[in-house]
């Protein structure tokens, strides 16, 4: 049974950092690629990041510079390290990890950035 344990939501205040975490089991983690996505009410799911499973990574444009997304497949970990948080990025984050035809989600985590 695949399983993806979220931890590291809260709150936080503007331009504070915060660190999202992701552990994944029942699966080979190192060979699946994962991403963080965020969704907020009303509107889809967005993706934020996402690393391969050969390390390459993707963010979306309004985390860039601020967001970074490594992986410790030891630990079978992914994490999310977002810095200079905006209120703007306030939304339930996801972590999520696909390989061929599997996809699997975890139940998300709360993140709220406010003063």
């Known amino acids: 049974q695949v399983q993806l344990e979220e931890s590291g939501g809260g709150l936080v205040q503007p331009g504070e950092p915060l660190r999202l975490s992701c552990t994944v089991s029942g699966i080979m983690f190192y060979i699946y690629d994962v991403a963080w996505y965020r969704q907020t009410p009303g509107k889809k799911r967005e993706l934020v990041a996402a690393?391969?499973?050969?390390?390459?990574?993707d963010y979306a444009d309004s985390v860039k510079g601020r967001f970074a997304i490594p992986r410790d497949n030891a630990k079978n970990t992914v994490y999310l390290q977002m810095n200079s948080l905006k209120p703007e990025d306030t939304a339930i984050y996801y972590c999520n990890v696909r390989k061929w035809s599997e996809n699997y989600w975890g139940r998300g985590t709360q993140v709220t950035v406010s003063s």
């Open positions: 690393i391969n499973s050969d390390g390459s990574t």
